[in-house]
């Protein structure tokens, strides 16, 4: 009995941290059911992974904390979730259409739990197939980010760079889940419940710090916080020249840098030319990617409007076709070497600026 008591001592003392980590998976969620992320669908695929972070949390605080065992099989097959909704959120920057890619992935999900009770008589074969769901689709997250920024065509030009961060976090994240889920169910398979135990403390306090960290990036804006994209020696060619020349006039005559929404696939198809067609173009001829490009008509408008006085730093880089402060200074800094405020003194005191 005494044996006992210590055992439900020390659930009950986990019992906090899935519930904090429940209630911090559903903030992440409501937040990002409300980000602007440019594409509706991958907002509400990503708010869907955190709720199924929230509903697992909750019922491993009420397993371990109230010793409410009638939930184990959803608890253990939920998470079943996890990967095809997070796969699906950065897929939505790939193509107009996801839902029949959606019903397909979560469809087999649905299907796997609809077997699960006449099939896995031992759970433990369903944790190991959580597991390895987790490792297919982290697998599809690198591929996808292997395949570079402008395959994710349909994100917002000034996204795409910190979304491929975000991706390769995110695959990280799911083979992690793997490693510690299957632990865990082998933990309690072996009838070691207190190694088990130490495992979902120990992961749950990761948990909530990183929920922490998500919670006031998405709030703040910082998912957008971008880093230098590795430069490439130029070597252009006619045909890269030529539809560079093409991109920079249809840029400038329509003023098109301007527009927030602005993706690779948009440009492309005004052009009337494959996205990858256009990447390789500006790559070859600038050295630089399409984002960059772009940053770089939105920077010297923005110097434009700098040095004729017309309105706040604020004013400007709303005018100039950026979305968060962060990401404006950096890049001007990059380009003039200048805050936008001291750009602006500069060129009222005469000074030479780059």
Known sequence: ??????????????????MLTFLLSAVAAGLLLRADLGRVTAARFFAA???????????????FGYGVNRLVPLQRALPLFAGPLLWLGFASFTRDRIASLALWHLGIVGAILAVAPLVFVDLLELDLIVG?????????????WARGGNYLSRARIEDATVLRRW????AGLLLVFALTDTVIA??????????????????????ALGLIAVIVAVSKGGWRMTTPAAVVKPSPDADGA?????????LMETKLFLDTDLTV???????????????????????????????DFRLDHAAALLAGGQGSVAEVMEQSGFLTRSNFYREFQRRFGKTPAAYRDAVKAGQPVI
């Open 1 to 18: 009995m005494r044996k006992r008591g210590q055992d439900m001592q020390g659930d009950l003392a986990v019992f906090p941290m899935p």
């Open 49 to 63: 992974f955190f709720l199924v972070l929230a509903v697992g949390a909750l019922m491993v605080g009420l397993r």
């Open 132 to 144: 390895a769901s987790y490792v297919l689709y982290a697998g599809g997250l690198l591929w996808m």
């Open 167 to 170: 991706m390769l976090a995110a």
């Open 186 to 207: 082998l933990s309690f398979a072996a009838q070691r419940s207190g190694d088990a135990m130490a495992v979902i403390s120990v992961g749950a306090v990761v948990m």
């Open 242 to 250: 030529a539809l560079e020349a093409r991109a920079r006039q249809v």
């Open 265 to 295: 696939d948009r440009l492309a198809k005004r052009l009337v030319v494959p996205s990858r067609a256009l990447s390789l173009a500006i790559n070859q001829t600038k050295g630089m990617n399409v984002s960059q490009y772009v940053n």
